[in-house]
């Protein structure tokens, strides 16, 4: 591939993280938002209903976050090979050891605050 074939797939897989990101931190949020609207005194069934929203969601977006991060990597590592590489490459290599947080502390981010959520709706 042309380098500038890699920095379009560099540029879509950004596009995909961002994206990926914006489900579960707004289901998250909303979740907040809710537990102070009376949420937590709702009936049991509804409450393990958002619970299950939360956590399907979160999962999914873990994963979408995982994988397309993962390719981001390999997308770097071929951009890293090329012979000759302009100054967009050489900002993306920058850019790629941060991969490793979207792929590992992001989604731990999401899994305390799942548990916390979990344990202020439970409680309820």
């Known amino acids: 591939m042309t380098e500038r074939e890699l920095l379009d797939l560099w540029n ?14 707004f289901l998250l949020i909303v ?11 709702a009936p049991v069934a509804v409450r393990l209903g958002a619970l299950l929203i939360l956590l399907a969601s979160g999962i999914l977006g873990a994963l979408a976050e995982y ?7 390999a997308i770097a590592a071929d951009l890293a090979a090329l012979p ?28 305390v605050i799942f548990v916390l959520l979990a344990a202020a709706l439970l409680a309820g």
Do not use: C, M
């Open 31 to 41: 979740t907040v938002g809710l537990l102070g609207a009376g949420l937590a005194s």
């Open 84 to 111: 000759k590489s302009s100054a967009l490459t050489a900002a993306v290599l920058r850019q790629a050891p941060w991969l490793a947080v979207i792929r590992f502390v992001t989604p731990a981010i999401f899994v």
């Open 67 to 73: 994988s397309t991060a993962t390719d981001a990597k």
């Open 12 to 25: 879509k897989a950004r596009l995909q993280l961002i994206l990926a990101q914006l489900a579960p931190t």
